[in-house]
């Protein structure tokens, strides 16, 4: 998929929310194109938050 293709769902997938209040990630794991890109699994890893808080109470203990 290009970039600008990629872009296009985000975005149309994005305003939904916007506009709606509808859930991103079911918005996007719905979506038929991102489906044949990436399938559920990957784009599950994408959304798991875990990797990007891992260090948290570390960061956390140092600053306050």
Known sequence: ISREDAY????????KV???GRD????LSND???Q???????LKAIFDYSF?????D???S???
Request: hydrophobic content about 40%; overall charge positive.
């Open 36 to 42: 044949q890109s990436l399938g559920k699994e990957k």
């Open 24 to 27: 991103f990630y079911e918005l």
């Open 58 to 60: 570390q960061i956390f």
């Open 62 to 64: 140092r600053v306050f």
């Open 8 to 15: 296009k769902i985000v975005q149309t997938n994005a305003m």
């Open 18 to 20: 916007w506009q709606d």
């Open 32 to 34: 038929e194109k991102i």
């Open 52 to 56: 990007y808080t891992k260090n948290i």
